[in-house]
């Protein structure tokens, strides 16, 4: 599920600013049929190069969408030339790897599913407003044990697609041996966890982590097994096409349930990713404002993806070849950095966007990612250039 594309919900010292500041009229025209193999081509009559297309080569490409582009040993799109050897490793695992992980995988989300039915019986599904349906409230056992088998299942997916350690830098009380801190502050609760986007492997992390709610299409509410998960989880369902009268908005939604989280102890935490897509784990994308309208206090999270053959970031290619390619790993690596409550100041509360750019700032420098103007538009010109279409359609697609 993609809790990451909504708008202006989804869901950071200044680093170098790279891609949209560059990106003129000019050079959006030119980002058309783009692919071009490196090889000579023979020269077009005049007439021909004249109507033909801008073309641009890869490598041109991936430079103009730096945080888009694939940099690891297979390749844009994971359809790169591999050697020998890891062609031979990928034969290896597709035979013994894959399978008995997707088993396990199975497994461990059946039984989460029934650790669900069993904590929703006889409990009446929550509607707010037209806008979210699920069972955000549980409480009591049925609350602890929804949290607490689901973080420790997250925790063995995660060990399923090969995430054996995940290194934590908690950075959140830095000054938690200075008696004189804020007391004020010490007691105010985040409403709101904010993070990077990198891939799916994103809300398995936070899920064993923290056990948020987070924004989701209402179709995943129908999906078998993880439809009555993603309920269990508090999610925030939303019908983006929906003008009925009781539709109070994807922001207005999220922005109460912030509130709420904040406010009550008890109330699951949103998780929200404020860049709307997902990047190559190199890059921060400007931040949607909709984790900060409610003026509340937010966790910043960063999440970082080592790697050395395969990058588990889920750009430019097919959710089934990533999935593979991923559990084909032996080892995969994940690092998070924690950092401090962002408590907003007076005039951050007044203004979401300068609350929301500084947040971003701040994320930049503590996990070295490059601040980049691009955004979900930019992307599509890029993949539509990979898969060969034509860029007016991957500009006016609707969002999935």
């Known amino acids: 599920m993609a809790p990451n594309e909504a708008a202006n919900v989804t869901t950071p010292s200044e680093p170098e600013s790279v891609g949209g500041s560059e990106m003129s009229s000019e050079d959006t025209a030119a980002a058309r049929p783009l692919l071009s193999s490196s090889s000579p081509s023979p020269s077009p009559s005049p007439s021909a190069a004249s109507a033909a297309p801008v073309l641009e080569s890869i490598e041109e490409l991936d430079r103009r969408y730096a945080p888009y582009a694939r940099r690891d040993a297979y390749g844009p799109m994971g359809l790169g030339p591999v050697s020998a050897a890891e062609a031979a490793r990928l034969a290896f695992a597709a035979v013994v790897l894959v399978p008995l992980r997707v088993v396990a995988g199975v497994l461990v989300l059946v039984v989460y599913y029934l650790v669900c039915r069993v904590c929703t019986l006889r409990v009446e599904e929550e509607r707010e407003g037209g806008e979210g349906e699920g069972y955000a409230r549980l409480d009591g056992w049925r609350r602890a044990g929804v949290v607490r088998c689901g973080r420790a299942l997250a925790r063995a997916m995660l060990f399923v697609f090969g995430f054996y350690w995940i290194r934590d830098y908690d950075c959140r009380f830095p000054n938690a041996e200075d008696d004189d801190v804020d007391q004020s502050k010490e007691i105010e609760r985040p409403g709101a966890i904010v993070s990077n986007h990198v891939s799916y492997v994103d809300i398995l992390y936070?899920?064993?982590?923290?056990?948020?709610?987070?924004?989701?299409?209402?179709?995943?509410?129908?999906?078998?097994?993880?439809?009555?998960?993603?309920?269990?989880?508090?999610?925030?369902?939303?019908?983006?096409?929906?003008?009925?009268?009781?539709?109070?908005?994807?922001?207005?939604?999220?922005?109460?349930?912030?509130?709420?989280?904040?406010?009550?102890?008890?109330?699951?935490?949103?998780?929200?990713?404020?860049?709307?897509?997902?990047?190559?784990?190199?890059?921060?994308?400007?931040?949607?404002?909709?984790?900060?309208?409610?003026?509340?206090?937010?966790?910043?999270?960063?999440?970082?993806?080592?790697?050395?053959?395969?990058?588990?970031?889920?750009?430019?290619?097919?959710?089934?070849?990533?999935?593979?390619?991923?559990?084909?790993?032996?080892?995969?690596?994940?690092?998070?950095?924690?950092?401090?409550?962002?408590?907003?100041?007076?005039?951050?509360?007044?203004?979401?966007?300068?609350?929301?750019?500084?947040?971003?700032?701040?994320?930049?420098?503590?996990?070295?990612?490059?601040?980049?103007?691009?955004g979900l538009a930019e992307k599509r010109v890029y993949h539509a250039a990979l898969n060969g279409n034509s860029l007016p359609r991957a500009l006016h697609q609707k969002d999935d």
């Not at 709610?213 to 019908?239: D, H, N, Y």
């Not at 404020?274 to 999440?303: C, H, M, R, S």
């Not at 408590?343 to 300068?354: A, G």
Request: glycine share 6%; aromatic share 10%.
């Open 206 to 374: 936070h899920m064993s982590a923290s056990f948020p709610s987070f924004v989701a299409k209402r179709s995943v509410a129908r999906l078998p097994l993880v439809g009555l998960i993603s309920k269990c989880l508090g999610c925030i369902f939303v019908q983006r096409e929906s003008k009925t009268s009781d539709f109070k908005g994807v922001s207005g939604a999220v922005t109460e349930r912030i509130q709420r989280a904040h406010q009550q102890k008890n109330a699951p935490t949103m998780l929200l990713f404020p860049e709307g897509t997902t990047t190559n784990g190199d890059y921060l994308l400007p931040f949607k404002t909709g984790a900060f309208l409610a003026k509340a206090p937010v966790q910043p999270v960063i999440l970082r993806y080592p790697y050395k053959r395969f990058n588990p970031a889920w750009e430019s290619m097919s959710g089934a070849r990533h999935v593979f390619l991923l559990l084909c790993q032996f080892v995969n690596y994940l690092e998070v950095v924690h950092l401090p409550v962002y408590y907003p100041s007076e005039q951050e509360k007044d203004d979401p966007k300068l609350y929301a750019n500084n947040v971003r700032k701040l994320m930049a420098v503590e996990g070295n990612l490059i601040l980049s103007d691009l």
